[in-house]
């Protein structure tokens, strides 16, 4: 896991033992096949009691013992058509903004939103976080062995390339840096990969799947503090906006953007890097149906939104023959990117953005925390030309940890935003107004 043992576990609730298997296995794997799922688990302490059958789980109204947690059974539920993905993946994609899917949640786009987030955990699980390491901050397998080593070869996707950044730039805390005197690189950190989806995959997708999934930080916050906290135009990073009032955070731009010509692994920048491999990958399968997946966490979040707004401002998925490529960002718990122009600006483009978030966490509250989409507007056009006033994009999906009898609902900062927990969240969620009941028992069942 991406997940420092010492300060970073998961902060469950004090009537759940802690199991006294461990896993022995050398990599943590994501959370594709359950057998996986026991090995991530134990190393986040959760109990190993199986479930038979999912169970709408609340607290106990006695007051005397808040930690006390009733099961009762779910009521039976009615009997309904079976959707089929290929028939509705355009829905899920946000075709329509994914109005109804939502609350109550669609169970089986909320699958499709966990596999897409189990992509994003896989650059968890496969970076090389360990300074004492020669290949810190790089990816621990080879592109050809990245889904056998993660127990992810049922996924249905191949590995077509990784993605590198310059470490040349002020984030201190999303780099990771060897002590040794001779690294892999000193300059370059991997911080994600593109995928393609199978043959057999493509026929239950209903199309072929181009996915890129960015890493994140999750052990650490402090890259929040990090950030300038000032937007500049998109276009001074010779991205093609028309519009020079449409302006993103200036680190993640030089994140996206920069590059290190002196270094192999950064020689391009991530930009250069992901619309060279879509464009390559949209012209192989340009006789089919096609999708873009974008996923990523945290800082990867942010990532994510900048590439798929770059994919659509530049006309990458336009088509020799007009037909438009959707493009559809998945969010996972990330900070703000840009200002009301920008938000603007994606919209009139097209991009569909999801973002599911922790309404605890305090990076999707970051930056802007005083000037954002929840003030009144009579104050956002006041303010709307201050480097410092930023809008989140897209539609939202807020989930609560304290919804969970699994999860402490005092967690500190690093627990609320951690990825493992967004996915068991999501697994449990049914609605706004519902009890949480696990869909699948994936933090319990094996």
């Known amino acids: 896991m991406a997940i420092s043992p010492s300060n970073s576990i998961l902060p469950f609730k004090s009537h759940l033992h802690k199991s006294p298997l461990q896993s022995q296995t050398q990599f943590p794997l994501p959370l594709f096949i359950q057998k996986s799922q026991l090995a ?15 169970h709408v789980l609340s607290k106990s109204n006695d007051s005397s013992s808040s930690s006390t947690v009733t099961e009762s059974q779910s009521e039976p539920v009615k009997d309904e058509p079976k959707r089929i993905l290929s028939d509705c993946w355009r829905e899920f994609h946000g075709e329509n903004d994914w109005a109804g899917l939502l609350d109550p949640i669609d169970p089986l786009f909320r699958s499709e939103l966990i596999r897409y987030g189990e992509m994003a955990q896989a650059c968890y699980d496969a970076f090389d976080f360990d300074p004492f390491s020669k290949y810190c901050g790089s990816c621990r397998f080879t592109r050809r062995e990245f889904l056998t080593r993660l127990a992810m070869e049922s996924s249905g996707y191949e590995i077509t390339r990784y993605l590198y950044a310059t470490a040349n730039i002020n984030l201190p805390n999303f780099f990771k840096k060897s002590r040794w005197p001779q690294v892999w690189s000193k300059n370059a950190n991997w911080i994600g990969y593109v995928a393609v989806s199978s043959d057999e995959r493509s026929a239950v997708l209903g199309r072929r799947d181009i996915a890129i999934a960015w890493r994140g930080t999750v052990t650490r916050l402090e890259w929040v503090a990090d950030l300038m906290d000032f937007l500049r135009p998109i276009s001074t990073d010779k991205i093609p906006c028309p519009d020079p009032t449409v302006k993103v955070e200036s680190g993640f731009l030089d994140l996206y953007a920069d590059k290190y010509e002196e270094c192999r692994f950064c020689k391009y920048s991530a930009r250069e890097q992901i619309l060279t491999e879509v464009k390559r990958l949209l012209e192989i399968y340009r006789n089919e149906e096609m999708s873009v997946t974008i996923t990523g966490h945290s800082l990867g979040s942010a990532l994510a939104i900048l590439s798929g707004y770059d994919i659509v401002e530049t006309g990458l998925n336009v088509m020799d023959d007009c037909r438009v490529v959707p493009v ?109 009941a696990l869909s699948s028992g994936r933090d319990l069942h094996w």
């Open 328 to 436: 559809c960002v998945y969010s996972f718990s990330g900070p703000r990117v840009g200002n009301s122009r920008f938000k603007e600006r994606v919209e009139m483009l097209g991009l569909k953005i999801l973002r599911v978030v922790n309404v605890h966490d305090v990076v999707p509250k970051s930056p802007g925390c005083f000037f954002n989409e929840g003030v009144p507007r009579a104050v956002m056009r006041v303010a709307e030309g201050l480097p410092w006033c930023y809008s989140h994009v897209g539609v939202e999906l807020a989930l609560d940890h304290k919804n969970s009898p699994f999860l402490r609902p005092d967690g500190d900062a690093v627990c609320a935003h951690n990825l493992e927990a967004h996915l068991h969240l999501l697994d449990g969620y049914h609605g706004k107004s519902k009890g949480f």
């Open 40 to 54: 991530v688990f134990h190393k986040l302490n959760l109990s190993t009691k199986s479930l038979t059958r999912p």
